[in-house]
């Protein structure tokens, strides 16, 4: 079963021991904002999940396919 997006990005994050932020720091992306697309109040564009996927070091169409079943 495919995970949806905010999912997906909490895991692999916590799987990589990654703080948030510690990934706020690679991609630029805000600490809160962080939080909002991992509790899924928000959906990233598809610019940011490529910095996401390259951050988390994860092919990014693990990402979008998370992104097609928000």
């Given at each position: 079963?495919?995970?949806?997006?905010?999912?997906?990005?909490?895991?692999?994050?916590?799987?990589?021991?990654?703080?948030?932020?510690?990934?706020?720091?690679?991609?630029?992306?805000?600490?809160?904002?962080?939080?909002?697309?991992?509790?899924?109040?928000?959906?990233?564009?598809?610019?940011?999940l490529l910095k996401?996927?390259?951050?988390?070091?994860?092919?990014?169409?693990?990402?979008?396919?998370?992104?097609?079943?928000?």
């Amino acid at each position: 079963m495919k995970q949806i997006l905010h999912e997906q990005l909490r895991q692999l994050r916590e799987e990589r021991n990654i703080s948030l932020e510690t990934l706020s720091l690679k991609t630029r992306i805000g600490v809160g904002k962080l939080e909002a697309y991992e509790q899924g109040v928000e959906v990233p564009s598809v610019q940011t999940l490529l910095k996401l996927s390259n951050a988390l070091e994860a092919p990014a169409s693990n990402l979008l396919d998370g992104l097609q079943n928000a």
